[in-house]
């Protein structure tokens, strides 16, 4: 039987245009603007290497990739990005009408730039008509953005943020027509509670964060809040199904972590996250509740992490003085001491069809796992029919001593670990991965965290299990009393710091310590027992999630023009 053979996109405008003094049969359609030269070709120059998505000559550039078209100022073509705007005095004589378009263009490693055409054309009529038949197709991509609400940390990174936004992503917005207002925060927290009880949400399209991870945990939680408060949804109650937020949130990287852009951009360049924001793309994302006896804790999307994670972060904490450099020496010590923890972990394991935690396919841009139904919703609508017997007959439980439990909720790649935590998690499935990494010995363990920065299957080992769950339940051994805790947090561990302090002494000793705290995305948990729910696509990025390397160094076949 013969394949069905996909409509071809329908033809809107098609010229003989000039370029560089040379003659382009240009063409519009529904899905792309191409150029392809008409006289005999001609060597290609090392300029135009980098040149749009090309086949023999030919360019073509998604109408969903086009950022602008204006009508050129002639006789000086245009300033600024791209390589085909000088032209010939004597052509530029023939052909002073012109237009301008500006596109997304691929780099390396994942990054976008914005580049630039001019075509000339003997008539202003024609002209005219080529920049406005430009514009109505861009009118008809209703995903992009209008209006955004911008949140800047100036403190954030290298307290470049503002120059950052100002330089590079404010002129990118403008061209796109983008209009914006922005807000620099004063303080922490600025961006949430004004979000949560103060911005007319109503008038914008998106929320853009500029600043690392922190920044961007700020933004969700004030979102996520005002959506649920909005909707009379009780954040308290561990067994909500919350109600998904309508605006997407944009990321521009400028913190000393910005691991969530890299997870779903594949980079972590300011320009390339402006142009996904720009062409208005959604990638959806999973968001785990935490909670402590029906008190809401935290949101995490990326890494929530006990044991060696949490104590990692505890010491970093004290040692901030020190710049990123503490992430490192915290690191050295956290592993050093060995210490491990004894707990019940429960869970409620995901189903199949959302994958497993050791399958070779990496969640990217258009996922199939992640498109499917989400697995969330139908856990709260079986919920509803099923008895709780039945309920707690699907969880399993595990007890035993463990140096590190983690629960990643996306891959949590990032420069260093370019594969992440856990390679095949998924950034929208309604799971997270859960890793249990049981008492070893120091080489084993220093095994393990190695195989992070490289190819090796890192659960491969007998003391590593990892499961794909939908929720968790953690209990540490020795349960801690309200009056414990304040106890703990007011002293910052007395018990700990004389643990600690016995262990400096000692470095061989590997003795279990009563608690260790959670690492939530960076933020350290005030309770070690908790309960975490994923949250099935809860809220959406500007993004396009992380295309296949392919997009990157194929030109697209004719076939599919
Ligand atoms: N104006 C401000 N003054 C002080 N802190 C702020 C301000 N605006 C935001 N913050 C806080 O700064 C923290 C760190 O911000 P961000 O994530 O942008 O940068 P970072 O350098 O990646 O952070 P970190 O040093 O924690 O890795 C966030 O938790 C945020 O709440």
Redesign the pocket.
């Known amino acids: 039987m013969q394949e069905k053979q996909p409509k071809p996109p329908l033809l809107l405008l098609s010229s003989q245009l000039s370029l560089q003094n040379r003659g382009y049969e240009v063409t519009l359609n529904s899905a792309f603007l191409s150029w392809k030269e008409v006289e005999t070709r001609q060597k290609r120059t090392a300029a135009n290497i980098y040149g749009p998505l090309k086949a023999a000559g030919s360019h073509y550039v998604p109408v969903c990739e086009i950022i602008s078209v204006q009508e050129t100022e002639e006789d000086c073509p245009s300033t600024g990005i791209g390589k085909w705007q000088k032209v010939p005095q004597s052509l530029a004589e023939s052909n002073q009408y012109a237009f301008t378009v500006s596109y997304v263009e691929r780099t390396q490693k994942h990054r976008w730039r914005c580049s630039e055409v001019t075509l000339h054309c003997t008539d202003r009529t024609l002209c005219l008509q080529w920049v406005q038949a430009i514009r109505e197709q861009l009118s008809l991509l209703t995903i992009r953005p209008k209006r955004l609400l911008v949140?800047?940390?100036?403190?954030?990174?290298?307290h470049r943020?503002k120059r950052i936004y100002e330089q590079k992503v404010a002129p990118i917005f403008s061209r796109a027509s983008i209009s914006t207002d922005v807000i620099?925060?004063?303080?922490?927290?600025?961006?949430?509670d004004h979000l949560k009880t103060e911005a007319d949400l109503k008038k914008y399209d998106g929320v853009v964060?500029?600043?690392?991870?922190?920044?961007?945990?700020?933004i969700i939680h004030g979102l996520i809040s005002r959506t649920q408060c909005d909707s009379g949804v009780d954040q308290n109650r561990a067994d909500e199904t919350l109600i998904p937020c309508s605006l997407r949130i944009g990321i521009i990287p400028?913190?000393?972590?910005?691991c969530i852009c890299y997870a779903t951009v594949g980079s972590n360049d300011p320009v390339t996250s402006a142009l996904h924001i720009v062409v208005g793309d959604s990638q959806p994302m999973d968001v785990c509740s935490i909670h402590h006896n029906n008190t809401f804790l935290r949101y995490s999307v990326s890494l929530l992490g006990y044991g060696f994670y949490g104590d990692v972060l505890t010491d970093s904490e004290r040692k901030?003085w020190m710049g990123?450099a503490r992430y490192d020496i915290s690191g050295v010590k956290t592993f050093l001491s060995h210490h491990y923890y004894e707990g019940t972990i429960s869970f409620l394991p995901a189903d199949e069809n959302v994958g497993t935690p050791r399958d070779k396919l990496q969640c990217r841009s258009g996922c199939n796992i992640c498109r499917l139904p989400s697995a969330d919703k139908q856990v709260s609508k079986d919920e509803e029919s099923i008895s709780d017997t039945e309920k707690k007959g699907v969880w399993q439980v595990i007890r035993g001593k463990f140096l590190a439990i983690n629960a990643a909720c996306m891959s949590c790649a990032c420069p260093r670990s370019p594969k992440g935590l856990s390679p095949a998690a998924h950034l929208a499935n309604g799971t997270a991965d859960l890793i249990l990494v049981r008492k070893c010995s120091r080489f084993d363990f220093l095994r393990h965290l190695l195989r992070h920065t490289n190819k090796d299957d890192q659960f491969d080992h007998p003391f590593v299990e990892v499961y794909r769950v939908r929720q968790f339940r953690f209990t540490p051994r020795y349960e801690e009393t309200d009056s414990e805790l304040e106890l703990r947090e007011a002293e910052g561990s007395g018990r700990k710091r004389f643990f600690s302090q016995i262990c400096r002494e000692h470095p061989a000793c590997t003795c279990s310590l009563a608690h260790s705290s959670w690492n939530c995305d960076?933020?350290i948990l005030p309770h070690a027992a908790i309960q975490v729910r994923v949250h099935c696509q809860l809220i959406k990025l500007f993004a396009r999630g992380i295309e296949e390397q392919s997009v990157f160094e194929e030109p697209y076949t004719l076939s599919a023009i």
Not at 210 to 218: A, H, I, K, N, Q
């Open positions: 949140y800047i940390n100036p403190y954030g990174g290298k943020g620099i925060t004063e303080r922490a927290n600025h961006a949430r964060c500029v600043g690392g991870d922190g920044m961007f945990s700020e400028a913190g000393s972590t910005d901030r990123p960076g933020e």
